[in-house]
């Protein structure tokens, strides 16, 4: 009976230790944030970098990303703002050929900071990119993103705040781990 337990185990395993397991990729990149609408009348272009950290799946690959973005005030006397975004990401490529374009969207949360201050809403963003080889295994990766946070701004234009948004555009390099 013990042979025929380790018959069983060994049939098993077997399968996958010689299958070709999914390879984690690891991104660092770049990013400029471009406010729009009412977020753009209080702050200037946001600079900073992004970590992410990429699993592949045969129809799209999932992804999770933190990144970080310093927005500096056209506002005298107002403080710099801070926004720190975590999100779960979707990518789905369009070619499976050399150059990569894709889609991509994004949910989770943005951490903004300033003034003394700090404010957890929802993040979202949809954007479109390319993908290409630059070594057997690193990639460049360069998108841009309409991003929507749940954080509100106001103007003269909408009194009661409207969410802020900015176009973010973003490069950098992907490692296979």
């Known amino acids: 009976m013990k042979k025929f337990h380790l018959l069983l185990l060994v049939l098993f395993f077997a399968p996958l230790t010689f299958s070709q397991l999914p390879t984690f990729k690891l991104g660092v990149g770049a990013s400029t944030g471009i406010p729009m609408g009412a977020f753009s009348d209080w702050y200037n272009t946001g600079f900073g970098a992004h970590a992410t950290l990429i699993f592949p799946t045969p129809v799209v690959e999932v992804s999770a990303t933190v990144g970080y973005l310093s927005f500096g005030s056209k506002v005298t006397g107002a403080s710099a703002l801070s926004l720190v975004p975590i999100t779960a990401n979707a990518r789905y490529y369009f070619s499976p050929v050399a150059l990569r374009p894709y889609g991509e969207v994004s949910a989770g949360l943005g951490i903004m900071s300033g003034g003394g201050s700090s404010e957890t809403k929802h993040h979202i963003a949809i954007g479109v990119g390319i ?30 705040g409207s969410a802020g948004t900015y176009l973010g555009i973003n490069a950098g390099i992907r490692f296979k781990l």
């Open 131 to 160: 993908l290409t080889d630059l070594a057997p295994k690193i990639d460049l990766d360069v998108n841009a993103k309409y991003n929507l946070m749940g954080h509100k701004f106001y103007d003269s234009s909408s009194p009661d």
